[in-house]
């Protein structure tokens, strides 16, 4: 019969130390990763935003600062209906955003508003108030800007919702684009 080494621990080892060996192995794993992150982390240049992109401070932009505001100061009802409705107004919505994805729209629903949808946002706009774009244009125009492109857009917004019983409370604004849509340049 063949002796194997056995695995069990020496009894002298209580299970304090092996708490102690535990934390040890821990902070001696720890370290070297801690050690190799710089104290000061530089956004690289190609992930800052152009210094045209300013979706809050832009004059003109339709859901900049003074629109957000102005919606959020209108009543829920009537008011704030009316008002998103001029908002609706053919080829008259502007804005700015940085894109996060883009995909075919295929035979769903929307697919009447452009044969390519994106996906884009803007930094939280007034407060707690985020913003999400979806544009609506051709494939050739929205394919080569569907990864982190800062983009800027006329079109006429076909639907509009607004959540203000969310944390954060969230824009979603639908937006038929065509070819009124353009990359930032840096």
Request: net charge negative.
């Amino acid at each position: 019969m063949r002796a194997t080494a056995s695995l069990a621990l020496p009894h002298s080892l209580c299970f304090s130390q092996l708490g102690a060996l535990a934390g040890l192995f821990a902070v001696a794993l720890a370290v070297p990763v801690m050690a190799c992150v710089p104290k000061d982390h530089p956004d690289p240049d190609w992930l800052k935003p152009p210094e045209s992109y300013d979706p809050i401070e832009t004059a003109g932009l339709t859901l900049n600062k003074a629109g957000v505001d102005a919606l959020t100061l209108k009543e829920e009802g009537e008011e704030r209906d009316a008002y998103v409705q001029s908002l609706m107004a053919k080829d008259k919505f502007v804005g700015q955003a940085q894109c996060k994805s883009g995909a075919g729209t295929g035979s769903q629903e929307h697919s009447k508003y452009g044969e390519f949808e994106l996906t884009c946002m803007t930094a939280p706009i007034l407060f707690d108030i985020e913003v999400d774009f979806h544009l609506f244009t051709s494939r050739a125009t929205g394919k080569p800007l569907s990864a982190n492109a800062f983009v800027e857009f006329e079109g006429t917004l076909v639907e509009f919702d607004y959540h203000d019983d969310t944390k954060p409370r969230q824009i979603v604004a639908k937006v038929e684009v065509g070819d009124n849509l353009r990359r930032i340049e840096r």
